[in-house]
């Protein structure tokens, strides 16, 4: 070996957040002053000349990595494309208006199902109130899908990851865990279709929830506006994309505090519980570390969450200060610590299947 070779770093040795470390220092640490807030939290925010702020947000789904087309429908690929990037809009307490798309088309994809994946990209602006307004195509060896997305608010009403406080309930929307419920089932679905060929009769009537929690997930766009019409606004915020551990840590390190999570208190849908079963899985594994719930998970003073519908939301911890870290108490009252674990596109997590 040469001594005086470079020496390089495998991507997969820092992850994906070391490696949006590396790349936000070689950009270096100066931004203009009408950036609010740039790389290191969901979404971009811009401050406009007449007070208000623009929020921008990017997310790529990718073939192999994202989606298996074996049983992704075409449709539901395009209403989850743009459910994702609207989800990083609503984890900054904004509602979407304008998106452009990006294809990366590989020669065994028709027409046809470019224009089915639109019609479901079409779905999706319906639901969140978005206007597609451009984007790109180009050739690719696999299926590349990138949507830029972006809205107005003013700049007050922005929540970011950093506003936590020791004593705020930390809370969820929704339920956990269900998406990558989804993708076991349809993981296995596909292998039993490799081994049986031509006599395989797919078994999914069982688990429909799931199912489309994972093909089809729906933003939580319409609980900021349910927010907005309540005058409620979190102490901080985050989407629950990576796994509730990730997103978890990304507040306390964001906002210099620990946390507490009650595991009982962890909501999961029946049918999650169901898959957790079939395969003989513990799961709270799949709420911590699943990913793709596209649920918000939000901080509060719990005074403030007067303004709610209870049913709308489930406490499943409490803000405490930064040296406690951020603990999990599965009952009784003991508390371990809670790794920060969930989907890294490029570490060697043991749940790395969980965004397929």
Not at 73 to 79: I, K, Q, R, V
Not at 239 to 253: F, M, P, T
Not at 308 to 316: A, F, K, R, S, V
């Amino acid at each position: 070996m040469d001594p005086d070779a470079p020496m390089y770093t495998d991507v997969s040795d820092v992850g994906e957040f070391g490696l949006i470390a590396h790349l936000r220092d070689a950009l270096g640490p100066d931004l203009p002053d009408d950036v609010v807030t740039g790389i290191g939290d969901d979404a971009a925010v811009i401050r406009q000349s007449d007070g208000s702020v623009h929020v921008h947000t990017t997310d790529a789904l990718i073939e192999g990595i994202h989606f298996d087309r074996t049983f992704m429908p075409m449709e539901h690929l395009g209403f989850k494309l743009i459910s994702v990037n609207v989800s990083d809009l609503a984890a900054m307490n904004v509602s979407p208006q304008y998106a452009t798309v990006t294809l990366g088309i590989p020669k065994n994809i028709t027409v046809e199902h470019l224009r089915t994946l639109y019609e479901g990209i079409q779905k999706g602006c319906d639901a969140y109130g978005v206007t597609v307004v451009g984007g790109d195509t180009t050739s690719a060896q696999a299926l590349t899908l990138s949507m830029n997305v972006w809205g107005t608010a003013e700049e007050d009403a922005v929540v970011h990851r950093s506003g936590a406080e020791p004593g705020d309930v930390l809370c969820v929307t929704g339920d956990l865990g269900a998406s990558y419920a989804g993708l076991k089932i349809l993981a296995d679905e596909r292998n039993r279709l490799e081994e049986e060929g031509e006599d395989f009769q797919p078994a999914l009537d069982a688990f429909p929830y799931v199912i489309r929690r994972h093909l089809a997930p729906p933003a939580q766009e319409a609980s900021i506006r349910r927010w907005r019409n309540a005058g409620f606004r979190p102490s901080a915020l985050i989407d629950i994309s990576d796994g509730l551990s990730s997103e978890v840590h990304h507040i306390c390190e964001a906002s210099d505090v620990g946390a507490r999570i009650f595991a009982p208190t962890l909501p999961l849908h029946p049918e999650t519980r169901n898959v957790a079963d079939h395969f003989g899985d513990d799961v709270d594994v799949y709420a911590f570390f699943g990913g793709e719930d596209y649920e918000l998970l939000f901080t509060a003073d719990e005074s403030d969450l007067d303004a709610l519908d209870g049913t709308t939301y489930t406490i499943i911890g409490e803000v405490t200060d930064a040296e406690k870290g951020v603990l999990v108490e599965q009952g009784g009252g003991t508390a371990i610590p809670m790794r920060p674990g969930g989907f890294d596109h490029f570490g060697e997590d043991e749940n790395s299947d969980a965004a397929e």
